[in-house]
């Protein structure tokens, strides 16, 4: 039996099948890549040994086998904690990227930064790219190495040294920047009263309060340090630091002062100058004193003088003077027999094995003349032919 359909049930089946059809064409338009191809996001090194605070640039490359571009949403599905990282495209940030059809090498860089105190240990960082139907995932796998882990030092090659007070001590230090970011590095010392530490980069005479270090660098640095005049004989600790925004480097100095050596020459009066005479001995009273806070041994007397002068002393040497404790002698100086009028200048010296102090005397010479002794010898007469005149005419 043949069934016949109306007009009303073919126009129906009609339209089902416009409709049918209608949604078919959205859905194939709607999600092309599913039957059209696929996304890869790729970096030629996914796996990398790195240190603690390193900054990473991974150069991601993208290839659509699909026949139509398309645009790709970037994001971070997953990154350890205190880690940063970041999409870049043209200098700048972003979030997604237009991916035509084929290979899209270099199109975004992704930077990753690695916290300064990460601890040794392997590290995943999930990436994910999607859009147009497409998606790709990319891990990247971080090895924190312990070997590589931090490092930044402030050390010095000879960090004791010993001497007499008085002297400059210099340390030579070194400061390692060890993080993946330039540093610059403050500089401060905790010196005792009196003391004065400055910093200055080697190879320079210019003092200096902070200098910049480059990532993975160092500076080579000369501590100079000062004791205060007559500093006590001991061992003294300058503590000296280096910091900078994320890093504080410590180091520890040391002087040993084995002892003050100071001698002073002079005279009780603190007057340097005195009259002589020609062929004529004069005494000049000296003091020796020991400046210093150690005892002094063997300390001599000597003399620089114009020629044909003498200079004898009441005792050339001084064999233990206490420390801080002062001396007199006497010294004996007997200008040339040609010696004409005039000044002169006359150096003594008091000196051992340590330490030594000279003093220039000036010696103003005095010469009687032919004419001063006629002088005297009339006046003589004169007197004498004065007295023989009263006691002959006197009485009468």
Avoid: H
């Avoid at 899209?104 to 860089?109: E, K, L, S, Y």
């Avoid at 006590?232 to 890093?247: D, F, L, Q, R």
């Amino acid at each position: 039996m043949m069934r016949r359909f109306s007009s009303a049930g073919c126009r129906w089946g009609r339209r089902v099948f416009a409709a049918l059809t209608s949604a078919a064409l959205a859905v194939s338009l709607a999600v092309p890549s599913l039957a059209a191809g696929g996304l890869e996001m790729s970096t030629s090194y996914p796996g990398q040994t790195v240190r603690a605070g390193d900054e990473l640039e991974f150069s991601l490359d993208f290839d659509n086998s699909s026949s139509f571009g398309a645009s790709v949403s970037l994001s971070v599905v997953s990154l350890p904690e205190g880690w940063s990282g970041t999409f870049e495209g043209d200098g700048g940030e972003i979030s997604q990227v237009y991916v035509k059809s084929g290979e899209n090498d270099g199109a975004v860089a992704f930077l990753l930064t690695v916290p300064a105190d990460a601890a040794e240990g392997v590290y995943a960082v999930e990436l994910l790219a999607s859009g147009g139907g497409m998606s790709s995932q990319l891990t990247l796998s971080l090895t924190v190495d312990a070997e590589e882990t931090g490092g930044s030092a402030l050390t010095c090659e000879y960090a004791q040294q010993e001497g007499a007070s008085g002297t400059s001590f210099t340390f030579n230090t070194t400061v390692q920047n060890s993080t993946a970011q330039e540093q610059t590095y403050s500089f401060s010392a905790n010196a005792p009263t009196g003391w004065t530490v400055s910093f200055q980069p080697s190879g320079e005479s210019t003092q200096v309060a902070a200098v910049t270090v480059d990532a993975r660098g160092s500076q080579a640095m000369e501590v100079v340090v000062t004791p205060p005049n007559g500093v006590e004989a001991g061992e003294y600790t300058i503590p000296i630091s280096a910091i900078s925004g994320t890093e504080s480097l410590s180091s520890e100095l040391t002087v040993v002062i084995t002892g003050s050596y100071t001698l002073v020459l002079s005279t009780p009066s603190g007057l340097l100058s005195f009259d002589g005479s020609a062929g004529r001995q004069s005494t000049v009273t000296l003091s020796v004193t020991n400046g210093g806070n150690v005892d002094l041994q063997n300390i001599n007397l000597s003399s620089s003088t114009p020629d044909g002068w003498t200079v004898e002393f009441s005792q050339s040497s001084i064999d233990v003077l206490e420390a801080g404790a002062t001396q007199e002698l006497t010294a004996y100086v007997t200008p040339s027999e040609e010696a004409l009028s005039g000044d002169y200048a006359l150096t003594l010296t008091a000196s051992n094995s340590e330490t030594s102090d000279s003093t220039e005397f000036r010696v103003t010479v005095k010469t009687e003349t032919l004419w001063g002794v006629v002088g005297v010898l009339l006046i003589l007469a004169a007197v004498a032919g004065l007295g023989y005149v009263f006691r002959k005419y006197g009485r009468r």
